[in-house]
């Protein structure tokens, strides 16, 4: 599915990941944890072909082609989704519009037409229930003036409608409260199959609680300096992350 | 010759070619006084110092069209909010043409400005109203001095006109360059309510300066919503005079669409004559090329208890230049005045640019004043985020465009309006979005 290979990137001047090696299998679960400032979301961002960092070395291969070049949207319709840390509020575009035309643009990319109107309502309908997503919501101007919770509600839900192969969620747990966060577990514990993989980036054990990785890796001065099976999580829980930074210091 | 010149010699030609009563003509010999006096503006008045007239003036404009240049239906139908059943007047090269026009003098009269000077049925509104709110300044005068034919509506007291106005103005390129003057008054009674629609569009390549001057009254409790829609071709000009005096507890509105033309200005100006009155302007501007759009306003609040609203947002690719002057002025008297003005901008090149000028008098004590400008680039977070859901480039700018234009396109009160204001900026934009914002 996804393979990361020796990846370095930098924004600028400044190097952030120094050599990431990933490989994600379809139907895996990855967990990507460590502390602030290591590297997390930038890897994410890297992933999903944000512009403004450059990648310096290393390759991004999904689906045994490599996207290093591609832009954010074709990577987007080749199936990656990312689920974002702070969504972005934009007044004057509806949730319910903005949706309609990144399902729409997909598939005008991959040369097929526009989604009837019809089956469009009925699998709005369908993944806002699965979200608990109130129908007034869709109305409302994307992201604009949510609480915390909503805007990672409205993330999942954007993931269940656009049916990604590799979602990466970018601490979708932090700022949700116990119900929400089960909500949202739950949404992507439904959406999870043999055939997709997702990534979950967090600081905390919590959400491993509910979404259960297959394997988790700890990122630290831009490497993944330690992976192991979802028992690591819990350590790291216990432990905090001082005794890795003291093992790879060492 | 220079333009100028030609204006004040065909002067004479004009008065008697138009046939007109005593007292325009008195009105008309000293606008022509005025502008002879006072000529065209220059980038020395300090209304007019980001907007040059130099470029459009250099042309030999015929200032007397020629007669038959008739269009056919289906050669103007695109212009048209033809979904909706409405009231035309509609003026080819300057001339009324009857054909494509639907008038009435059915409970309202919906006609000709020609009509309205020289019938003595007339005679004492356009003494009342004629040219006692147009600025006596030398664009105005001059339009004042060949004021012979537009508009003229005059909705009676308690009328809920059933279906908008539209004025519409083309010119056809018979001539090779053509100036255009019209000339409109608009007169609203007590608690009457009327939607218009004004357009000009050039179906040629040949230059064409439209001045043009438009009084606008609007008595007690009277609402006015009236639209322009300027979207015209490269070597079309504008100088649009729109002038409203309201009476107590009216609202008037005006949307100004700005896409396109080569140089468009707009002197827009509120008169507030008694108290709880409500003004609203709001504009969107997008342009690209070398195009240039002047909005020049003015709010002058006199009385208490009274609003306004400006809104304009602007955006400027290319090398396109925009101006925005706002002029709020609150008399001492006029306590509990609540003005607002609010003009945002965004560059999309580094070759375009905007002038942007609150102006602000306030010689009240007790008044809630508010502006705001910003010029900015597009939202780059904001476009990756779009982007990372599969909206290409060119579409996730579009919809970010469209979002930025949205409070004012949602106050549009006309569906069909609405949509063709969408569709021309989607169509701008060179994006088909697939909903209707």
Known sequence: MLKINNLHASVEDKTILRGINLDVKPGEVHAIMGPNGSGKSTLASVIAGKEEFELDEGDIVFENENINELSPDERAHKGLFLSFQYPVEIPGVSVTNFIKTAINETRKAKGMDDMPANEMLKLIREKSELLDINRKFLSRSLNEGFSGGEKKRNEIFQMAMLEPKLAILDETDSGLDIDALRIVANGVNKLKSKDNSVILITHYQRLLDYVVPDYVHVLYEGRIVKSGPKELAQELEAKGYDWIKEEVNA | ?437
Not at chain 2, 17 to 25: C, L, M, P, Q, R
Not at chain 2, 357 to 383: N, R, W, Y
Not at chain 2, 417 to 434: D, F, S
Request: glycine share 4%.
């Open chain 2, 1 to 437: 010759m220079e333009l100028k010149e030609k204006l004040v010699s065909s002067f004479m030609a004009f008065e008697d070619y138009v046939d007109v009563n005593d007292s325009i003509h008195d009105i008309r010999t000293e606008a022509i006084r005025t502008f002879e006096k006072e000529g065209f503006p220059t980038k020395k008045q300090e209304a007019w110092k980001y907007t040059s007239l130099n470029s459009v003036l250099k042309h030999d404009y015929s200032v007397f069209p020629k007669e038959d240049n008739s269009l056919e239906f289906k050669d103007v139908k695109p212009y048209f909010i033809h979904e909706i059943d409405a009231y035309r007047l509609v003026f080819v090269d300057g001339k009324y043409s009857s054909n494509l026009s639907q008038t009435t003098h059915e409970g309202l009269d919906v006609c000709l400005m020609s009509a309205a000077l020289n019938k003595p049925k007339y005679r004492v509104i356009i003494e009342n109203y004629f040219n006692k709110i147009a600025t006596k300044d030398g664009i105005a005068s001059l339009n004042t001095a060949f004021s012979a034919e537009g508009a003229y509506i005059h909705i009676p007291k308690n009328k809920l006109v059933d279906k908008p106005i539209q004025i519409l103005h083309f010119s056809t390129g018979n001539e090779s360059a053509l100036m255009l003057q019209p000339r409109n008054l608009i007169i609203v009674d007590e608690n009457s309510h009327v939607q218009i629609i004004e357009r000009h569009h050039s179906l040629t390549s040949h230059p064409i300066l439209t001045n043009s001057v438009t009084e606008i009254f609007t008595n007690k409790r009277a609402i006015v919503d009236y639209y322009k829609i300027q979207n015209d071709t490269q070597n079309a000009s504008l100088i649009d005079n729109t002038f409203i005096s309201q009476k107590q507890e009216s609202i008037a509105k005006v949307h100004t669409f700005s896409f396109g033309g080569k140089l468009t200005r707009n002197n827009l100006n509120f008169y507030q004559n008694g108290e709880r009155i409500d003004s609203t302007l709001k504009g969107v501007t997008i342009i690209g090329d070398k195009q240039h759009v002047d909005h020049n306003t003015l709010v002058h609040h006199v009385e208490p208890n009274c609003e306004s609203h400006q809104d304009y947002k602007g955006i400027f690719g290319d090398k396109a230049t925009g101006v925005f002057n706002g002029k709020v002025l609150v008399e001492k008297e006029a306590q509990k005045t609540n003005a607002f003005q609010a003009n945002n901008n965004i560059l999309l090149s580094d070759k375009a640019s905007i002038n942007t000028k609150p102006q602000l008098e306030i010689f009240a004590d007790d008044v809630k004043c508010s502006h705001g400008c910003t010029i900015g680039q597009l939202d780059e977070s904001a476009m990756f985020y779009l982007r990372s859901r599969g909206i290409p480039e060119k579409e996730a700018r579009a919809l970010l465009m469209f979002a930025f234009t949205s409070n004012v396109l949602d106050s549009v009160k006309i569906p069909e309006m609405k949509n063709r204001i969408t569709k021309i900026i989607a169509n701008k934009l060179g994006v088909n979005l697939g909903f209707e914002l």
